[in-house]
């Protein structure tokens, strides 16, 4: 499946963006999906999760009560609302997706568990 990741740009504090990710070449009710996300100088980090019905969702403990993942099957995309952003949400984000069978429970944190990535779309927070 290949990825396609969109809705990025340049935002004050406190403002809101949705990115989106739409997958195309697959089953995309198939995969669960994930967004991370990467800062300058720094490693590539989890940011949210959605299962592939969308019945299950985790948060990095930095954006929870702050942004929410979902997906739409019916339109292969899986989105991510961020409100009340911060500088320190600036970072390029990555949807990510793998169909694989997963034997621990937190599995959904590590990129190294999935097999598929979009190109990545900038969110810039200026103070």
């Known amino acids: 499946v290949q990825l396609q990741a969109y809705g990025g740009g340049m935002v004050e504090a406190g403002a809101s963006l949705r990115l989106s990710c739409t997958a195309s070449?697959?089953?995309?009710?198939?995969?669960?999906t994930a967004w991370f996300r990467q800062a300058p100088g720094k490693e590539r980090a989890f940011v949210a999760s959605?299962?592939?019905?969308?019945?299950?969702?985790h948060y990095a403990d930095s954006v929870k009560r702050r942004f929410t993942i979902s997906r739409d099957n019916a339109k292969n995309t899986v989105y991510l609302q961020m409100n009340s952003l911060k500088p320190e949400d600036t970072a390029v984000y990555y949807c990510?997706?793998?169909?694989?069978?997963?034997?621990?429970?937190?599995?959904?944190?590590?990129?190294?568990?999935?097999?598929?990535w979009g190109q990545g779309t900038q969110v810039t927070v200026s103070s």
């Open positions: 070449g697959g089953m995309f009710s198939r995969y669960g």
């Open positions: 990510a997706a793998d169909s694989g069978v997963k034997t621990y429970s937190t599995w959904y944190k590590n990129l190294r568990e999935y097999s598929h």
């Open positions: 959605i299962s592939r019905e969308g019945d299950i969702t």
